[in-house]
């Protein structure tokens, strides 16, 4: 059965209510859909006209909107327009258990003219958290804020008293504050003021003042849930949400969890002793309820949303299987077989879609009915969003048996992009040593039985611009445990919290367990893959396999937590290898829903090697460039591969580029490379594939890059390598060329991966190796080549006496030795001063079990690094020479090296 809904602007007075009288038949499913071609909009919000000028001077607008509804949000143009607001640095007040006292007298004379205080709101946005404190009085410069939720707000973690970073407050909703694009609402006169921005036409412009804080409400109850609904094709838009206007304020713990109420297991000087968790801090744990949805769904089987927008919007956009509090219609959970699908979230003032609860009844339902289970979001847009409460996620579930999220995309978000979990391990059976240790068992006792979560699917998302204000999240975040749960073919790029180094490309935070990541892709984000595990949390049975990261980023230490592992983190340079590319194309929305060619995910996989990298004098390899159309729907036309190489090597071309790809199809370019009669250089000379194609009516190129060694053997000196090394010698120059995870045994890595070329037992008891560092490649940051001593180099991994002076591109000259002879290094000091680029001389220095590292410019002006250091193990002669190691794994580098000299 279809109600089909014809196109205009339905203007709600109250919110759309859906109980089980609504229901389709067994078997049928009544859908609420757009004719076709119509976008039906339903509206909370109604239209302001009337704008006259009240305050000339200043350019303030006004116009008459009537009273009983003190809005939030205020939408011009389609955009949410920001409150009336002025910035308040840290050092103008004095925070206090009533408030904060006023120390800069501007900002005192400025609120002196405020003529009601209680309209405004004192905002504190923290490291995860965004706090809303309504102001109660003032009197003289004391300012004091309203309770119970200035208590709420420095109570906890993250607290405005005691943030986890430099706060940033703000005062908001004075007419004082007013600057260009902001408004204030006189909610006792009716009144509303706007000052247009520059060039802007308020008299023109759609102004829309929201009316309602939700439009649609589905919930049934659990004798008689709702069936058998969809939605499809309509839009959602015009709320405003009014719990912070109340004296509760917005006390978020994280992700729009807040507290309300007056919490009787505060302490009385909590203000002082609580802003960084306490005992009765853990007696609010049951107490915390999520900011509500515009669109509610609760107690329902059957329900889909299907190519719906949300937009405009004061909360969150939609809300699945929330806690009763969080619903308008006083019943919550039992979500149960829901589909979102298709839909579009953008500009709302909370996040996009919020699933599940985080009471007592979420996460260990009173009545199994309650359960939230087999919830699918896939193929949606979540972008812009949360922009009045930067803590809330794009996308974020807590309890859920049976979530898939796939195929989304996620961008543009202040805070994650996926979260899912809550109750950070302290629900789960047993509980947790870290919670228990904190008193959180002092108010219930631990659950001994698993909760709700489980079987959770987060696959094939696309996400970026995440994290753009906020600290502490990722592009997909998770918590608590949830057996049988995968994390597989997202792709993350360009995602970084800018005032700090703690975000990540996923994040598994406290009592994360029984999850499996595969075949993700990170590029520009900060470290790759994270846990937090500390001492008595229940974190581990967590393991992550074949992923890829940018070189700089790429590590995991997944491996820390108990019953994990940490395998095959696959570091990129620029040429992207073919299955990373396919990873990225097929995250986000599927074809034919991606509306065009995304040059952040091109559909051509290419890749290219030479049969033999590394060739005599007039020689010859064949290079070839596997080439692979990702998309199954479209051909790849005007299809190009061309190389270039460098002057003196000869090419041909022997299997020409196709011309058209077809969808899913592949090709295989070829070309015989000869090396010249001889060489005047050992330096690695790369050639250059070109691929142009047309993809979707867009041009695009590929350049892969194919590296060919001079082979010229080394004479003077022994050569070794443990993993698949090239080198070479010609007229005092040196190289060495491999791929190698690192030389570091330092926590938690295990590493001793180099090649090196030699002096054998060359170093007595005392001796000085001196070597110019004339180039390196860079597939790291911590890429690193220099000098070694060694009791001896083939022994790796377990011979003592290991000391290395090498030059590292973060880190500039560094000396590193294995202080407990344990066959690692685990020890090092670096001297900042050391150039950053061009060539660098290096100088190591034996006198017995003391080593003693210098570095120069010139060869001539040495500078010490540090200390001398005492090596254990160390025998009477060792092997002495240059070492290399690319620290990238999967990416070749070559070092070259002169004027090595023993003495």
Same mark, same amino acid.
């Given at each position: 059965?279809?109600?089909?809904?014809?196109?205009?602007?339905?203007?709600?007075?109250?919110?759309?209510?859906?109980?089980?009288?609504?229901?389709?038949?067994?078997?049928?499913?009544?859908?609420?859909?757009?004719?076709?071609?119509?976008?039906?909009?339903?509206?909370?919000?109604?239209?302001?006209?009337?704008?006259?000028?009240?305050?000339?001077?200043?350019?303030?607008?006004?116009?008459?909107?009537?009273?009983?509804?003190?809005?939030?949000?205020?939408?011009?143009?389609?955009?949410?327009?920001?409150?009336?607001?002025?910035?308040?640095?840290?050092?103008?007040?004095?925070?206090?258990?009533?408030?904060?006292?006023?120390?800069?007298?501007?900002?005192?004379?400025?609120?002196?003219?405020?003529?009601?205080?209680?309209?405004?709101?004192?905002?504190?946005?923290?490291?995860?958290?965004?706090?809303?404190?309504?102001?109660?009085?003032?009197?003289?410069?004391?300012?004091?804020? $309203?309770?119970?939720?200035?208590?709420?707000?420095?109570?906890?973690?993250?607290?405005?008293?005691?943030?986890?970073?430099?706060?940033?407050?703000?005062?908001?909703?004075?007419?004082?504050?007013?600057?260009?694009?902001?408004?204030?609402?006189?909610?006792?006169?009716?009144?509303?003021?706007?000052?247009?921005?520059?060039?802007?036409?308020?008299?023109?412009?759609?102004?829309?003042?929201?009316?309602?804080?939700?439009?649609?409400?589905?919930?049934?109850?659990?004798?008689?849930?709702?069936?058998?609904?969809?939605?499809?094709?309509?839009?959602?838009?015009?709320?405003?949400?009014?719990?912070?206007?109340?004296?509760?304020?917005?006390?978020?713990?994280?992700?729009?969890?807040?507290?309300?109420?007056?919490?009787?297991?505060?302490?009385?000087?909590?203000?002082?002793?609580?802003?960084?968790?306490?005992?009765?801090?853990?007696?609010?744990?049951?107490?915390?309820?999520?900011?509500?949805?515009?669109?509610?769904?609760?107690?329902?089987?059957?329900?889909?949303?299907?190519?719906?927008?949300?937009?405009?919007?004061?909360?969150?956009?939609?809300?699945?299987?929330?806690?009763?509090?969080?619903?308008?219609?006083?019943?919550?959970?039992?979500?149960?077989?829901?589909?979102?699908?298709?839909?579009?979230?953008?500009?709302?003032?909370?996040?996009?879609?919020?699933?599940?609860?985080?009471?007592?009844?979420?996460?260990?339902?009173?009545?199994?009915?309650?359960?939230?289970?087999?919830?699918?979001?896939?193929?949606?847009?979540?972008?812009?969003?949360?922009?009045?409460?930067?803590?809330?996620?794009?996308?974020?579930?807590?309890?859920?048996?049976?979530?898939?999220?796939?195929?989304?995309?996620?961008?543009?978000?202040?805070?994650?992009?996926?979260?899912? +979990?809550?109750?950070?391990?302290?629900?789960?059976?047993?509980?947790?040593?870290?919670?228990?240790?904190?008193?959180?068992?002092?108010?219930?006792?631990?659950?001994?039985?698993?909760?709700?979560?489980?079987?959770?699917?987060?696959?094939?998302?696309?996400?970026?611009?995440?994290?753009?204000?906020?600290?502490?999240?990722?592009?997909?975040?998770?918590?608590?445990?949830?057996?049988?749960?995968?994390?597989?073919?997202?792709?993350?790029?360009?995602?970084?919290?800018?005032?700090?180094?703690?975000?990540?490309?996923?994040?598994?935070?406290?009592?994360?367990?029984?999850?499996?990541?595969?075949?993700?892709?990170?590029?520009?984000?900060?470290?790759?893959?994270?846990?937090?595990?500390?001492?008595?949390?229940?974190?581990?049975?967590?393991?992550?396999?074949?992923?890829?990261?940018?070189?700089?980023?790429? +590590?995991?230490?997944?491996?820390?937590?108990?019953?994990?592992?940490?395998?095959?983190?696959?570091?990129?340079?620029?040429?992207?290898?073919?299955?990373?590319?396919?990873?990225?194309?097929?995250?986000?929305?599927?074809?034919?829903?991606?509306?065009?060619?995304?040059?952040?995910?091109?559909?051509?996989?290419?890749?290219?090697?030479?049969?033999?990298?590394?060739?005599?004098?007039?020689?010859?390899?064949?290079?070839?460039?596997?080439?692979?159309?990702?998309?199954?729907?479209?051909?790849?036309?005007?299809?190009?591969?061309?190389?270039?190489?460098?002057?003196?090597?000869?090419?041909?071309?022997?299997?020409?580029?196709?011309?058209?790809?077809?969808?899913?199809?592949?090709?295989?370019?070829?070309?015989?490379?000869?090396?010249?009669?001889?060489?005047?250089?050992?330096?690695?000379?790369?050639?250059?594939?070109?691929?142009?194609?047309?993809?979707?009516?867009?041009?695009?190129?590929?350049?892969?890059?194919?590296?060919?060694?001079?082979?010229?053997?080394?004479?003077?000196?022994?050569?070794?390598?443990?993993?698949?090394?090239?080198?070479?010698?010609?007229?005092?120059?040196?190289?060495?060329?491999?791929?190698?995870?690192?030389?570091?045994?330092?926590?938690?890595?295990?590493?001793?991966?180099?090649?090196?070329?030699?002096?054998?037992?060359?170093?007595?008891?005392?001796?000085?190796?001196?070597?110019?560092?004339?180039?390196?490649?860079?597939?790291?940051?911590?890429t690193k080549a220099g000098l070694v001593f060694r009791n001896d180099l083939t022994a790796w991994g377990r011979s003592p006496g290991y000391v290395v002076l090498v030059n590292i591109p973060?880190?500039?000259?560094?000396?590193?030795?294995?202080?407990?002879?344990?066959?690692?290094?685990?020890?090092?000091?670096?001297?900042?001063?050391?150039?950053?680029?061009?060539?660098?001389?290096?100088?190591?220095?034996?006198?017995?079990?003391?080593?003693?590292?210098?570095?120069?410019?010139? +060869?001539?002006?040495?500078?010490?690094?540090?200390?001398?250091?005492?090596?254990?193990?160390?025998?009477?002669?060792?092997? $002495?020479?240059?070492?290399?190691?690319?620290?990238?794994?999967?990416?070749?580098?070559?070092?070259?090296?002169?004027?090595?000299?023993?003495?």
């Open positions: 059965m279809a109600v089909v809904v014809g196109a205009g602007r339905y203007q709600l007075t109250t919110p759309l209510v859906f109980d089980s009288r609504d229901s389709g038949a067994a078997g049928r499913t009544v859908s609420w859909q757009a004719a076709p071609g119509a976008r039906p909009v339903f509206t909370g919000a109604r239209q302001v006209t009337g704008w006259t000028p009240s305050d000339l001077h200043n350019g303030v607008f006004a116009a008459k909107v009537g009273t009983g509804f003190a809005s939030r949000q205020l939408y011009v143009n389609g955009k949410l327009a920001p409150r009336a607001q002025v910035s308040v640095a840290s050092s103008a007040i004095t925070l206090n258990a009533k408030g904060f006292v006023v120390n800069d007298p501007a900002l005192a004379e400025q609120l002196r003219q405020v003529r009601d205080p209680s309209a405004m709101d004192f905002r504190a946005v923290l490291s995860f958290t965004d706090r809303y404190t309504p102001v109660a009085s003032i009197s003289g410069n004391q300012v004091t804020l $309203a309770q119970p939720a200035w208590d709420n707000n420095t109570f906890g973690w993250d607290t405005v008293q005691s943030p986890f970073r430099p706060a940033r407050f703000s005062l908001q909703n004075a007419p004082q504050f007013l600057s260009a694009g902001e408004w204030y609402l006189d909610g006792n006169a009716g009144v509303l003021h706007y000052k247009p921005a520059e060039g802007e036409d308020i008299r023109r412009s759609d102004v829309q003042l929201p009316r309602l804080e939700s439009l649609l409400q589905v919930a049934g109850t659990l004798d008689k849930p709702v069936r058998n609904l969809e939605f499809t094709g309509l839009t959602f838009t015009g709320t405003s949400w009014l719990l912070p206007n109340s004296d509760n304020g917005y006390a978020p713990s994280q992700s729009g969890g807040v507290l309300s109420g007056v919490q009787p297991t505060r302490p009385a000087d909590a203000f002082s002793t609580c802003g960084s968790g306490c005992r009765g801090y853990e007696g609010t744990r049951q107490n915390v309820r999520l900011i509500s949805g515009a669109v509610q769904v609760s107690v329902a089987t059957n329900v889909s949303l299907r190519d719906n927008t949300f937009t405009n919007l004061g909360s969150d956009a939609l809300g699945i299987g929330n806690d009763a509090a969080s619903n308008g219609s006083g019943v919550g959970l039992a979500a149960q077989d829901i589909t979102i699908t298709g839909n579009a979230f953008a500009h709302n003032a909370g996040g996009g879609i919020i699933i599940g609860g985080v009471g007592a009844d979420a996460h260990h339902p009173s009545d199994v009915r309650m359960t939230n289970k087999n919830i699918v979001v896939t193929n949606n847009s979540v972008h812009d969003t949360a922009i009045d409460y930067l803590e809330q996620a794009g996308i974020f579930a807590t309890y859920v048996n049976g979530l898939t999220i796939a195929h989304n995309e996620v961008y543009n978000q202040p805070y994650s992009g996926i979260n899912v +979990g809550w109750g950070w391990g302290m629900m789960d059976p047993g509980g947790s040593g870290t919670y228990a240790a904190r008193g959180t068992y002092d108010h219930f006792p631990p659950y001994q039985t698993p909760t709700t979560l489980k079987d959770v699917r987060i696959s094939q998302n696309y996400l970026y611009n995440v994290i753009t204000l906020m600290n502490d999240g990722a592009c997909i975040y998770t918590l608590s445990a949830m057996p049988g749960s995968l994390i597989d073919g997202n792709f993350c790029r360009d995602s970084t919290a800018p005032t700090s180094d703690y975000s990540f490309g996923v994040y598994l935070d406290e009592g994360s367990r029984f999850v499996n990541l595969t075949d993700n892709v990170f590029v520009r984000t900060r470290f790759a893959l994270h846990t937090n595990a500390p001492r008595g949390a229940s974190t581990g049975d967590l393991h992550d396999h074949t992923n890829y990261a940018s070189a700089d980023i790429a +590590g995991s230490d997944l491996a820390n937590a108990p019953r994990s592992s940490s395998t095959n983190v696959i570091a990129l340079g620029t040429d992207l290898p073919p299955a990373a590319s396919r990873i990225m194309y097929q995250s986000g929305l599927e074809r034919p829903l991606r509306s065009s060619a995304d040059p952040q995910r091109p559909p051509l996989g290419a890749a290219a090697s030479a049969a033999d990298p590394q060739l005599a004098a007039n020689a010859s390899t064949t290079i070839t460039a596997p080439l692979s159309n990702f998309d199954t729907t479209s051909s790849l036309t005007s299809l190009t591969a061309a190389i270039t190489g460098p002057t003196g090597w000869k090419t041909t071309t022997t299997t020409p580029s196709p011309g058209t790809l077809a969808p899913g199809a592949t090709a295989t370019p070829k070309w015989t490379v000869t090396a010249p009669s001889a060489f005047s250089s050992l330096k690695p000379q790369d050639f250059t594939i070109a691929v142009t194609y047309v993809s979707q009516g867009k041009r695009f190129t590929a350049t892969r890059t194919v590296r060919i060694v001079p082979l010229s053997p080394v004479t003077s000196l022994s050569a070794y390598g443990n993993v698949p090394t090239r080198f070479g010698e010609l007229n005092g120059t040196y190289t060495i060329t491999n791929a190698s995870s690192d030389i570091w045994g330092g926590p938690p890595q295990h590493d001793d991966q180099y090649g090196t070329i030699y002096a054998k037992q060359g170093a007595g008891q005392k001796a000085t190796a001196t070597v110019r560092v004339a180039e390196y490649d860079r597939p790291s940051i911590y973060s880190m500039r000259a560094t000396l590193q030795w294995d202080a407990n002879g344990d066959g690692y290094l685990e020890s090092g000091v670096s001297d900042p001063t050391a150039p950053a680029t061009g060539p660098l001389h290096l100088k190591l220095v034996r006198d017995g079990s003391v080593y003693t590292g210098h570095w120069s410019s010139d +060869g001539a002006d040495w500078h010490r690094i540090g200390n001398p250091v005492t090596v254990p193990g160390v025998s009477a002669t060792q092997d $002495a020479g240059m070492i290399w190691t690319s620290h990238a794994a999967t990416i070749s580098g070559t070092a070259t090296f002169d004027s090595f000299a023993m003495s």
